[in-house]
């Protein structure tokens, strides 16, 4: 038992963890993300020419985490796909968002006040997944750490990781980048985020799970809500990074947000495809070339 | 108990269901589908050149169904292969389409008489396959409507729904298009047929399993002989979507087969990538443009 | 019992057969990977940049047997990274060559005596993952002789079978070429050895299990000790290719290393991409046309 479940926070915690999900906040979490669909080049007139397409890539929105962590797991992708409600929840709000006439729906969700209150909702939905992922994998693994932690990732980073597929059903195909070269914000936090928490499910982080879920998804809410209202893309893990990165992989950790060159998901931080590479020392380039010679011959 | 069941075509198509597909119209599936392989541009030098490549596209073009349903299931992708006098026979075939001697066995089994008996043979396959997904995933999935549907359907369209990875096998790669954004015929009747047999499943339609087998086969064999005779290449889908699709999506679907433009799965009903979109509303082009910028800085 | 076990070299192929692979030879395993991944374009600037990717992309090298070995049958891809050990391991060995100060580990492992014996090692588990691998599906599938063979082969190629996907996630994407189009050597030498290792298992190579892997392993690291060492690219495999092909597939199989237009992994022979296709016959050519035609009309 930590400080904090000393005090009335600990039973707010507790009675926010224990908060049900469905139907109220996963709504939000699927008009988010059909939203971010919509904005995608392309998108609005796909629903028109392949509704069935646009459907789809809807539903990889909305449940891409689901299908992932099962992947992961060797479970099958299509599991959650069983639970009728959600499907229908995710088609009604698909459907009203491209489809509502006079497009009534979308410019209401899309409205900033009641955007920013769908993404804070999201962001709910968001770190309670990757909770429940590394939970899932923990129950599975006991000690598989990295298996928590991948499956808490995938659980928060959602459809974003599969990006480069979801762009390809819709057509479009940008090999150049994706979002583990070019981490946004959201995949980036769910990376730090799973590692807490399978710290915390390991317990080597000395915190209850209540807790941990309580004030990482006020920090979520805090900087999603923050980077939609001002249209910032500055990311909280810069100065951290900054000075841990240089320490231990020699530079800067490409995920500076100068740019917004192109985007790939809506609900991301864009990143800036990297500059060109800095110049080799005249030995790394002799060697680079000395050994691909030799690779080739192998 | 239905009103055809109580006529001797009842008992017709109780017998009609419980045919064995192996090994004729499992053979005369493996035959069409191999067929359709050899007319892919490059199919030919590729099995000189490559011919294990060549191998491993003939049995994604037999097998993809049994692959797919098996992923979606979170099963062994590899567990038909388990069936070592399947795979031997649509080796056979491979082989014989593409390596026998003056090229013979080709042009029997493409002479036009024999080839549409195999095609309607195909058929037959393609629906119990329809009818034999549905059952499984109902069992492993007792209201999963939309697993049953999903399942019901990559096993009627087999390999098409994984064209774009296919095509990658052989070093072809064309992104722009994939059988969901146009759907070829095939594939749009497996999704109409899986809809009717989980209907059926889940009592919703009427309708025995056996009779709904031979009706829907009956279906499939006209239209597919019709359309491989004439090479027409009219949907019998339009009448009913262009009734429908505009009603509920806003514009006609596109799978209008007005040009052939590429052709990316021979037994498939090819249609023309999409004509440019329509003209946007001022407001919808306004909206776009603010949204992306929005959705940059986030 | 065969003769070879009633010599010495049965108790010493016994022996072998019993070495324990981790951590040492699971260590040059993981050496030999990563300096293949360090040898490709942008590597380096991406380990800069994108220490996570570069990190993945390690795994992917270190384990992509496990993974593939564990989709096909179905299983967790994700489950082998519960051997934490297994992981920190190969995390520590790419942290070392990539970043390590002054390169000192890295110039140390690619000293060819040094690299040589690693290289060897390497093999070594290599044909230990092949015999593995069969073993494991045929404890799953006693008659599946495709099964085994699938689940053999992936288990010696590792990562190359999936090189397009690894080269993509480095924001490369070659699609007209892939490890089964044109096969390098350990990919075509796993093929071969897999094809052995289940005739063995289910007993129609009359040969010991442990006799199997010694020779195997000492051919393996003939091989390619010999064609590290020498920058040779001629493929042990093509004597004997050269008299079956023609015969069976009508014309040389395309593994001849004539020329390295480019590498898509390390370890691998590069091959050149096919050379323009022999000119066909009239006949196949008004053929060829005639059917794509049909087949838009289809």
Redesign the interface.
């Known amino acids: 038992m930590d400080l904090a479940e000393a005090l009335p926070l600990g039973e707010l915690a507790a009675a926010f963890a224990a908060l049900p999900v469905f139907p109220l906040f996963d709504t939000a979490y699927f008009i988010v993300s059909v939203l ?1 669909l ?2 995608e ?2 998108a ?10 646009s459907w ?1 890539c809807a539903m990889l929105h909305c449940f891409g985490s689901y299908i992932l962590a ?10 959650y ?2 639970h ?1 409600s959600s ?1 229908i929840l995710a088609t009604a709000v698909w459907y009203l968002i491209f ?1 509502c006439p006079m497009n009534l729906f979308y410019k209401c969700v ?1 409205f900033l006040p009641v955007k920013l209150i769908f993404v804070a909702m999201k962001e709910v939905v968001r770190v309670r997944k990757i909770a429940a992922g590394v939970h899932h994998a923990h129950h ?2 006991h ?5 928590m932690m ?2 808490g990732w995938v659980k928060g980073s959602g459809v974003a990781l599969m990006s ?1 597929f979801e762009q ?6 940008k ?4 979002e ?4 946004s914000f959201p995949t980036k936090a769910s ?1 730090y985020g799973t590692v807490l928490f399978t710290l915390q499910q390991t317990h080597w982080l000395p915190i209850s799970e209540a807790n941990l879920i309580f004030f990482f998804t006020m920090f979520m809410i805090v900087c999603k809500v923050f ?2 209202a ?4 500055a990311s909280p893990f810069a100065p951290l990074e900054n000075l841990i ?1 240089p320490f ?4 800067v ?2 995920g500076h947000p100068s740019h ?1 060159h192109d ?1 790939h998901g ?5 990143s800036h495809p ?1 500059p060109p ?2 110049a ?1 020392s005249k030995e ?1 380039l002799n060697e ?1 070339t000395r ?8």
């Open positions: 971010y919509k904005y080049p392309g609005v007139e796909m629903s028109r020419k392949s509704p069935f397409a789809l099962d992947l992961l797991l060797g479970e099958a992708p299509i599991g796909f069983s009728n499907v489809f899309s599975l693994y000690h598989g750490w990295f298996v991948a499956t480069n390809l059903l819709r057509g479009v195909w090999p150049e980048t994706n583990i070269l070019h981490m990376l980077m939609t001002t249209h910032s893309h990165c231990l992989f020699g530079s950790s490409s917004h985007h809506a609900s991301h931080e864009v990297p590479p800095p080799k790394e680079g050994k691909r010679k030799a690779k080739k011959a192998e």
